[in-house]
């Protein structure tokens, strides 16, 4: 299980210039384990320039990043090595598809990773299973598939150099209600199965609250909280001060209680709102 | 009453439409038989999964696409005859305006007042006019301290609202929003919607919304659903959204007040699934449950 420790980081877009900006500030925190973490945070918070820093794309103004105990800048000609322990899905990753076939597409992370043949192919089947990309899709052109196929088709180039962690920025970003569900059930399961670690940058409330184990709120380039669903979700007036909105449901929680009915501030899914009531409602003629 | 009823903006009749293959061979209709009229100043939500037909619906009322069978008539005037000029087409683009989903790709110039000047100065327009109908949008859109900045530097939301501003300069009469708010945060998307609903409210553009956001179609007059390419439903957001396990089937979801009630109402308990608001929920919630 790999761990990513962030230590005292600051980034600063166009140091020393009259415009600089202060993207992160003296951010210490430690991401990964065998956990999917969800990172929120409004535009310009800092959450991109922080995933960035993950795998090497951006090189801290101050502090350190620590991959498996070893500082990733200590040599930088080897930051190449971080970025396949590493791996980054971007913002829809489907405008990055670029080979002829969506099978080399997959392959091209192994084969510059230096495998052979063999296991080229037997990682292409591999993360395409894992995606749910169907083997009859591999031979097409990742032009002819569909929205939610190339997403899929991307997602699987990255899990093809088996990342220790694998970072998704926005990874169901305009697709259908289904089609979230179904990349995020790929996700979370993949995530169980090969035991990797998995963070999620979203805007999505109703998905963090359905697919991660631990949230981050990042605020001005800073942390501004950091528990599980319910600890961060109960404390939604904080969360709509900084421009981020709870779901749809907690807000009727919170409304209940003016009727009595209080089902407490953790409620963040439709399925536990409605075993809660229920619950209430027996206990109480019970 | 006929000579009362006001022509729709956009009437489509028995419309299809297949998208060519590179081997010619036959696709499957992306548009089947579809037939809809949108009234002058209404705001309709479209929704559907993708792959429902929604986008090559919006692409034929914007006349970008043409159909294989069927027609498109604009404000009384068929789209699809045979005798329609290229002149008639142009005149009914500047009816029908389009704002897409990714900000950065709408954007043209280095500073915004001369962005959402763009479109205005493409019409031939004299310059005390685009200068009055420049300033007007902007007004519009709330963005009128913003028309000497950079529009790159601005948030997704400031430039999507650039966007709309754009198309206001040209005095569209309606505009087609498809899925402008998709790669916005909570904060982006309510600055959005809030300004979509004032022009529809204030300023009678007619709207049409695609989105799969379910509780940006709930603030609309009227949601289509649309599936396999043709009409699944057609009623006010309380009329569509009553019904969560057909939305649920065609790949779409409902809003979680709807999903609640309708958890509670299969528990047993006499409750509306139509309502969209926190605070009504929890009424109707404490009355079925003799709360209150």
Known sequence: MAQVELQNISFIYGAGEPYEIRALDNISLTIGGSTVTGIMGHTGSGKSTLVQLLNGLLKPTEGKVILDGKDIWEDPKKIRDVRF??????????????????????????????????????????????????????????????????????????????????????????????GREEILNS???????????VIIVSHSMEDMALYCDRVIVMEAGRVFMDGTCAEVFSRYDELISVGLDVPQITYVASELKKYGLDIGRDVYTVKYATAKILEKVRGDNA | ???????????????????????????????????????????VSILGHNGSGKSTLAKMMSLILIPDSGSVMIDGKNMSADDVTEEDILEARRKVGMVFQNPDNQIVATVVEEDVAFGPENLGLPSEEIRRRVDEALSLVGMSKYARHAPHKLSG?????????????????????????????????????????????EEKITVLHITHYMNEAVRGDRVIVMDGGRILMDGTPKEVFSHPQRLWNARLDVPQTTELLYHLKKSGYDVRLDIFDPGECAAEIAKALGKQ
């Open chain 1, 85 to 178: 322990k590493v791996g980054l899905v971007m913002q829809y990753p489907e405008y990055q598809l670029f080979d002829e076939t969506v099978r080399d597409d997959i392959a091209f992370g192994p084969r510059n990773m230096g495998m052979s043949p063999d296991e080229v192919n037997a990682r292409v089947l591999e993360a395409a299973q894992f995606a749910g990309l169907k083997e009859a899709l591999l031979d097409k052109s990742p032009f002819d598939l569909s929205g939610g196929q190339k997403r899929r088709a991307a997602l699987a180039g990255v899990i093809a150099m088996r990342p220790e962690l694998l970072v998704l920025d926005e990874p169901a970003a305009g697709l259908d209600p289904g």
């Open chain 1, 187 to 197: 996700i979370r399961e993949y995530q169980k199965i090969s035991g990797t670690s």
């Open chain 2, 1 to 43: 009453m006929s000579t009362l009823q006001k022509t729709p903006i956009i009437e489509i009749r028995d419309l299809s439409y297949a998208y060519p293959t590179d081997d010619g061979s036959a696709s499957s209709n992306a548009l089947d038989h579809v037939s809809l009229s949108i009234e002058e100043g209404s705001f």
């Open chain 2, 157 to 201: 939301g400031q430039k999507q609202r650039i966007a709309i501003a754009g198309i206001i300069a040209m005095r569209r009469r309606c505009i087609i929003f498809d899925e402008s708010t998709a790669m916005l945060d909570p904060a982006g998307r309510k600055e959005v919607m809030d300004t979509i609903e004032r022009l529809n409210k």
